[in-house]
Protein backbone atom coordinates (compact mmCIF):
# COMPACT_ATOMS: atom_id res chain seq x y z
CA UNK A 1 0.00 0.00 0.00
CA UNK A 2 1.40 3.41 -1.23
CA UNK A 3 0.52 6.56 0.48
CA UNK A 4 0.84 9.88 -1.67
CA UNK A 5 0.57 13.54 0.46
CA UNK A 6 -0.24 16.51 -1.23
CA UNK A 7 0.15 20.21 0.04
CA UNK A 8 0.55 23.77 -1.21
CA UNK A 9 -2.46 24.21 -3.55
CA UNK A 10 -4.44 27.79 -2.99
CA UNK A 11 -5.29 30.87 -4.69
CA UNK A 12 -2.53 32.92 -6.68
CA UNK A 13 -2.21 35.99 -8.93
CA UNK A 14 -1.56 36.27 -12.40
CA UNK A 15 2.00 36.48 -12.48
CA UNK A 16 2.70 34.95 -9.10
CA UNK A 17 4.18 31.47 -7.44
CA UNK A 18 2.98 28.56 -5.74
CA UNK A 19 4.87 25.54 -5.12
CA UNK A 20 3.23 21.96 -4.97
CA UNK A 21 4.87 18.95 -2.80
CA UNK A 22 4.35 15.52 -2.57
CA UNK A 23 5.48 12.89 0.02
CA UNK A 24 5.29 9.13 -0.62
CA UNK A 25 5.77 6.45 1.78
CA UNK A 26 4.65 2.11 1.67
CA UNK A 27 6.93 -0.61 2.05
CA UNK A 28 7.76 -1.59 -1.82
CA UNK A 29 11.22 -1.85 -3.25
CA UNK A 30 11.06 1.21 -5.23
CA UNK A 31 9.90 4.32 -5.99
CA UNK A 32 10.59 4.85 -9.86
CA UNK A 33 9.03 7.98 -11.67
CA UNK A 34 7.66 10.56 -9.93
CA UNK A 35 5.43 13.72 -11.34
CA UNK A 36 2.55 15.88 -11.30
CA UNK A 37 -0.78 16.04 -13.64
CA UNK A 38 -3.15 18.42 -14.05
CA UNK A 39 -6.92 18.32 -15.05
CA UNK A 40 -9.11 21.68 -15.17
CA UNK A 41 -12.57 21.29 -15.66
CA UNK A 42 -14.02 19.87 -18.78
CA UNK A 43 -10.55 18.65 -20.07
CA UNK A 44 -8.93 15.47 -20.07
CA UNK A 45 -6.02 15.25 -17.45
CA UNK A 46 -2.67 15.97 -18.79
CA UNK A 47 1.37 15.84 -17.69
CA UNK A 48 2.87 18.64 -16.11
CA UNK A 49 6.23 17.51 -15.18
CA UNK A 50 8.09 14.53 -14.16
CA UNK A 51 11.24 13.41 -12.93
CA UNK A 52 12.31 9.30 -13.36
CA UNK A 53 14.98 8.05 -11.05
CA UNK A 54 17.12 8.54 -13.63
CA UNK A 55 17.17 11.61 -13.29
CA UNK A 56 15.67 12.95 -16.58
CA UNK A 57 12.78 15.58 -16.05
CA UNK A 58 10.04 16.16 -18.67
CA UNK A 59 7.93 18.99 -18.98
CA UNK A 60 5.02 20.05 -20.50
CA UNK A 61 5.20 22.87 -23.86
CA UNK A 62 2.73 24.90 -21.68
CA UNK A 63 4.96 24.99 -18.25
CA UNK A 64 8.71 25.05 -19.68
CA UNK A 65 10.96 28.40 -18.68
CA UNK A 66 7.66 28.64 -15.90
CA UNK A 67 7.76 25.25 -13.84
CA UNK A 68 10.58 23.55 -12.35
CA UNK A 69 10.60 19.79 -10.53
CA UNK A 70 12.44 18.91 -7.87
CA UNK A 71 13.00 15.57 -6.16
CA UNK A 72 14.21 14.55 -2.38
CA UNK A 73 14.96 10.43 -2.67
CA UNK A 74 16.26 10.20 0.88
CA UNK A 75 12.54 11.72 2.34
CA UNK A 76 10.66 10.56 -1.17
CA UNK A 77 9.67 13.28 -2.11
CA UNK A 78 8.86 15.72 -5.37
CA UNK A 79 7.94 18.90 -5.52
CA UNK A 80 6.84 21.56 -8.34
CA UNK A 81 7.91 25.44 -8.20
CA UNK A 82 5.32 27.08 -10.72
CA UNK A 83 6.24 30.58 -11.76
CA UNK A 84 4.61 33.19 -13.79
CA UNK A 85 1.39 31.34 -13.55
CA UNK A 86 -1.64 32.24 -15.84
CA UNK A 87 -5.19 31.70 -15.41
CA UNK A 88 -5.10 28.57 -17.64
CA UNK A 89 -2.98 27.00 -15.28
CA UNK A 90 -5.65 26.78 -13.19
CA UNK A 91 -6.80 23.08 -12.14
CA UNK A 92 -6.65 20.26 -10.27
CA UNK A 93 -2.79 18.88 -9.65
CA UNK A 94 -2.65 15.41 -8.97
CA UNK A 95 0.78 13.44 -8.06
CA UNK A 96 1.30 10.56 -9.82
CA UNK A 97 4.16 7.97 -8.43
CA UNK A 98 5.26 4.62 -10.15
CA UNK A 99 6.04 2.19 -7.78
CA UNK A 100 7.38 -1.82 -7.75
CA UNK A 101 6.90 -4.40 -5.28
CA UNK A 102 9.80 -6.50 -6.11
CA UNK A 103 12.52 -5.87 -8.86
CA UNK A 104 10.88 -8.21 -11.32
CA UNK A 105 7.49 -6.97 -10.63
CA UNK A 106 5.40 -4.66 -12.97
CA UNK A 107 4.98 -0.86 -12.63
CA UNK A 108 2.11 0.45 -10.60
CA UNK A 109 1.05 3.83 -10.85
CA UNK A 110 -0.45 5.63 -7.65
CA UNK A 111 -2.37 8.84 -7.62
CA UNK A 112 -2.53 11.60 -4.99
CA UNK A 113 -6.13 12.81 -3.88
CA UNK A 114 -5.34 16.30 -5.85
CA UNK A 115 -5.03 19.66 -5.10
CA UNK A 116 -6.90 23.03 -6.64
CA UNK A 117 -4.88 25.40 -7.74
CA UNK A 118 -6.46 28.27 -8.88
CA UNK A 119 -5.05 31.44 -10.85
CA UNK A 120 -6.79 34.41 -10.74
CA UNK A 121 -7.18 38.43 -9.90
Known amino acids: QVQIVESGGGLVQPGGSLTLSCQAS????????MGWYRQAPGKQREMVAI???????EYADSVKGRFIISRDYAKITVSLQMNSLRPEDTAVYYC???????????????WGQGTQVTVSS
Open 51 to 57: HTSGERR
Open 96 to 110: RVETRATWISETLIN
Open 26 to 33: GSVFSFDT
